[in-house]
């Protein structure tokens, strides 16, 4: 048993009859890069979606229906309001639809780096296809938000706006997994 690993190693060939030594199995640093990003876009479209739920649950959406300022301020004056402060995150619709917007243009720029990282890269046809439509789903879901909010959320566009983040969330975690370890291996 011990002799099978280098001896699989040492006789595998690519398609060009090279010879692939162990040291050319390794994920290049730019792929493991990308996979750990990719991570990080999946937990960030978690934890997005996951302050939309307070958004819907608070009617949120309902108080400032301005886009990108708060009623023509930037920081909106009523932010943090509740004793203790930690309610405000979950109580405090302000807060909430203050947060879920953080969190979205943070994930809506975590996808671009995602996507301009990958433009290098020779990566596998899925793999290539799922960042392309993270990217484009991400805008498509920015959009639909910021549209939900300025008509003051209509029920048919919330609920576009709720399925796109279960389409945006399974599209994260799918690229992250296609850039997993035992799938990459081969590839340069």
Request: hydrophobic share 50%; net charge positive; glycine share 8%.
């Amino acid at each position: 048993y011990k002799t099978k690993i280098p001896i699989k190693a040492v006789v595998s060939t690519q398609s060009t009859g090279e010879l692939i030594l162990p040291a050319q199995h390794a994920v290049s640093p730019a792929l493991q890069s990308l996979r750990r990003w990719s991570g990080g876009v999946a937990g960030l479209a978690f934890f997005t979606a996951l302050s939309g739920a307070f958004v819907a649950g608070l009617d949120a959406g309902l108080v400032y229906n301005s886009y990108p300022k708060f009623a023509d301020r930037w920081i909106p004056s009523d932010l943090i309001v509740f004793s203790p402060t930690w309610k405000n995150f979950f109580e405090n619709t302000t807060t909430v639809q203050f947060d879920h917007r953080i969190l979205g243009h943070s994930l809506l720029v975590a996808i671009c780096a995602v996507w301009v990282m990958s433009r290098p890269l020779v990566l596998p046809r899925r793999a290539a296809l799922l960042t392309n439509a993270l990217m484009g789903m991400g805008w498509m879901q920015v959009g639909l938000g910021v549209s939900t909010l300025l008509l003051h959320v209509p029920t048919w566009l919330a609920a576009m706006h709720q399925q796109g983040s279960l389409i945006l969330l399974t599209l994260a975690t799918w690229l992250h997994h296609e850039l997993g370890k035992k799938r990459m291996k081969l590839v340069k």
